[in-house]
């Protein structure tokens, strides 16, 4: 059931979408920078200290799933407003938090409400707004992503210049501002529940998400078995039970699972743009960590700029026409930065901004491709499934450029680059560029011919 709403109702729906998603960016990003305090503070270890962000991301990847389940059964503004107030009661927890785990809960249930908001933010514009207005929403909503990712690092370092790094806890009360504006604007647009909720197939699903992330950080054996044991009950059981989890069908959808490989690619690579920058603006050009994310402001103001008109492109001459810009601007984002791999960290700052962009142009193009291969019965699930698909991707690109960056004493693969130091970084670009430009072929072929 889709639900319009008026061209100017709209908007202001989109911009706080847009606010919400900003927020919840920068509350991810920024305890990546604390962790060093927490370790010192509570006196634990490097492994137990990064189950403060990799369970966060876990709990947040799955959640997306399981919250686009239950927006096929419930109304979209009660979801919301649950899992934003969890936001908060886990950011409460977090702000009194005495010891080491109870910093850990505190994030653990931030995670588990602050799913709802990926998966509320890629299904407004599918229910909300006709397939002409869809893609302008979807630019709105990833300036959103593009602001909090540009602002997250910044204001982190700021508040951690004058203040406890428990503050950063605080973050998730604004969201609370914003439940008064979703209340008013999301209508009536409850489904009918049909049966009980297939929690054993979630859980299945989650179990096998998680050990087989787990296989690709840790490399070990028992978690790959258990990954795949997990994963064959769960596909056993959306066979056999009525009504599954995630029902059979979807993946039937030639376009839909065509369509989420494709993303699940195109953010693997699209993040190497957050791992592996830093990881050359360090090693490479010896810049300092505070240097480091000011160097990465430009890319994600350009593509905070660029999102909306992004999406304008999209419902004025097609997916396809945007996908196409992307890709190009990624393929001459990575092209340059094998080329010019040990210049100045100004034109690695510029050259940057050029893939950010097309990664944000990339991810519009591909949500409301993937969204319209779906029947309004499978909306939620559907697009929670292409949300925790972009986490998984992360993730897993995560763990590959994390081994290939310690290779050393290799040789330029490109002929044109232009220095030797650095060149396990012009490799993987190099790569990287055949790989987006073998993807567009693919989504030529697929998605131009059947115009979605």
Not at 88 to 117: D, P, T
Not at 275 to 285: D, E, K, M, W, Y
Not at 428 to 443: G, K, M, P
């Amino acid at each position: 059931m889709e639900v319009g709403l008026q061209k100017q109702e709209g908007e202001k729906l989109m911009y706080v979408v847009m606010a919400t998603l900003a927020l919840s960016a920068m509350s991810v990003l920024m305890f990546n920078l604390v962790l060093p305090q927490i370790r010192e503070q509570f006196s634990v270890t490097n492994a137990q200290v990064s189950w403060v962000t990799s369970s966060y991301t876990l709990i947040y990847g799955i959640g997306t799933v399981v919250y686009g389940k239950l927006a096929d059964r419930f109304r979209l503004k009660n979801l919301l407003t649950f899992g934003l107030l969890l936001f908060a009661a886990g950011s409460l927890i977090g702000l009194a938090a005495q010891s080491f785990w109870m910093v850990l809960v505190g994030r653990c249930i931030q995670a588990a409400g602050a799913a709802s908001i990926p998966a509320s933010a890629m299904l407004i514009p599918l229910r909300y707004f006709p397939p002409e207005r869809r893609g302008t929403a979807m630019g709105t909503a990833f300036m959103g992503l593009a602001i909090g990712s540009a602002l997250g690092p910044v204001l982190s370092a700021f508040i951690l210049s004058i203040l406890h790094w428990k503050w950063l806890f605080c973050f998730p009360f604004f969201l609370l501002l914003t439940l008064p504006f979703y209340r008013r604007y999301l209508q009536e647009d409850a489904r009918q529940p049909q049966g009980s909720m297939d929690w054993l197939g979630g859980a299945l699903l989650a179990a096998a998400v998680t050990l087989l992330l787990l296989t690709v950080t840790s490399g070990s054996l028992w978690s790959a078995i258990g990954g795949i044991v997990a994963l064959t009950l769960f596909i056993v059981r959306i066979r056999t039970f009525t009504p599954p989890f995630i029902a059979p069908g979807l993946f039937r959808n030639r376009s839909y699972t065509l369509g989420v490989t494709i993303t699940f690619l195109f953010s693997s690579i699209g993040f190497s743009l957050h791992f592996l920058s830093p990881l050359l603006l360090a090693q490479v050009n010896k810049l300092p960590a505070s240097l480091i994310g000011f160097a990465l402001v430009p890319g994600a103001i350009a593509s905070a700029i660029w999102g909306r008109r992004g999406g304008k492109i999209a419902d004025t001459k097609g997916n396809a026409s945007l996908f196409s810009i992307a890709s190009g601007l990624l393929i001459a984002c990575f092209a340059l930065l094998s080329t010019l791999i040990g210049f100045s960290a100004v034109y690695i700052a510029l050259i940057l901004m050029l893939g950010h962009v097309g990664l944000t142009f990339g991810m519009i193009a591909m949500s409301n491709s993937v969204s319209r291969t779906l029947s309004s019965e499978q909306s939620g699930v559907g697009m929670g499934m292409l949300s925790m698909m972009n986490f998984i991707g992360g993730s897993v690109a995560t763990g590959i450029y994390g081994k290939l960056v310690d290779f050393e004493q290799v040789k330029p693969w490109n002929p044109a680059a232009l220095h030797s130091e650095g060149a396990i970084h012009g490799n993987i670009f190099l790569v990287l560029t055949i790989a987006i430009a073998a993807i567009l072929w693919i989504y030529q072929i697929n998605f131009r011919r059947n115009a979605v």
